[in-house]
């Protein structure tokens, strides 16, 4: 193994020791290292970086980036053990990664996706689908969170649910309502008279494991069915979440709550590293923004 590559080691070892994956730049610095030792190199520097990067033909300049990105995470990092390596610069490829507009459901939006997954065949999978999508609305919660939840994670006499090993490495617990709680208990007798050789406790069929692609799948086809899905309105699944955080917002601002106060607890609830990633999810909506209107309106005495 080669300097070049301990060293990639050990930047990646130090990185997922914080709780990051790095699964994707993981494999870059690997190619990337071996792009050095082939060229002849035995440091970073910007041109062998950039030309690393754009490598890969008739992609997106999102892409190029992204490679480009591993490569300076791990340039900051080896320019404090060699001197002489070189950061490549951050905006090459003028490629931002733009955040898209979630679509906010509303309650009759969230009935009709649920109501139109019942009709699914067979009858599992429609329970699966129906329960699973009204679980992410209720508690905002990451598809891959829910999908890979067993029933020992699931308990349904407290009403908690234990993530484990979420994104960032992080395990938390997640408090539901008794409707969510009862909704649950009512898809585990039902899975129990099809699926009883599984761990999982979202399961597609008989001792099957569900996959996030399926429920992708299922979630494109039901959205277009109900009307939901157009040629310029296209709901995520991920949407759900971003529904769930601007909806307790609305209730906090109704209820007289200190949002302030509050957001660190939904952060936590959410399973964010900090309250600066909830706040990437909070959409203005017109509700909102009439209720954040009428509060500083009531704190500023509302003179002309």
């Known amino acids: ?16 020791s914080l709780g990051f994956k790095l699964e994707t730049p ?10 050095l030792e082939a060229s002849g190199a035995d440091t970073v520097t910007a041109e062998l970086a950039i030309a ?31 001197p002489v390596t070189e950061i490549p610069p951050r905006d ?9 507009v979630p679509y906010l459901w509303s309650n009759a939006d ?17 329970a699966t689908c129906e329960t699973l999508f009204g679980f992410l609305a209720s508690t905002g919660m990451r598809i891959g969170e829910a999908v890979g939840l067993e029933r020992s994670d699931v308990d349904l006499v407290e009403g908690v649910v234990t993530i484990r090993d979420g994104k960032f490495g992080r395990s938390r617990i997640v408090p539901l309502h008794e409707t969510t709680t009862a909704a649950l208990a009512a898809y585990a ?24 692609g399926s429920v992708q799948a299922a979630f494109n086809r039901l959205t277009t069915q109900i009307g ?15 529904t769930f955080a601007v909806r307790t917002l609305i209730e ?33 909506s017109p509700e909102l923004m009439e209720l954040a209107a009428i509060r500083l309106d009531g704190r500023f005495g509302g003179g002309q």
């Open 189 to 212: 007798v039902q899975r129990e008279e099809f699926s009883q050789g599984s761990r999982a406790f979202f399961v597609p069929s008989k001792a099957t494991v569900l996959a996030t």
């Open 26 to 35: 993981g494999r870059f610095l690997d190619q990337f290292v071996a792009y």
């Open 92 to 100: 090459v490829f003028g490629a931002r990664q733009l955040r898209p």
């Open 252 to 284: 906090w601002l109704r209820a007289g709550i200190d949002v302030g106060a509050g957001i660190p607890a939904l952060s936590t609830y959410l399973g964010h590293v900090n309250p600066a990633g909830t706040y990437w999810y909070l959409q203005a």
């Open 1 to 16: 193994m080669t300097n070049l590559s301990i060293h990639v080691q050990d930047y990646l070892r130090l990185r997922r």
């Open 228 to 242: 939901l899905r157009t040629e310029s309105v296209r709901p995520r699944i991920h949407d759900l979440r971003h």
């Open 52 to 82: 690393w990067a754009r490598l890969p033909e008739d992609v997106q300049s999102i892409h190029w980036a992204h490679r480009l990105g591993a490569v300076r995470g791990f340039a900051m990092y080896l320019k404090t053990i060699d």
């Open 110 to 126: 969230i009935g009709r996706l649920m109501e139109a997954s019942h009709q699914l065949r067979p009858a599992l999978w429609a």
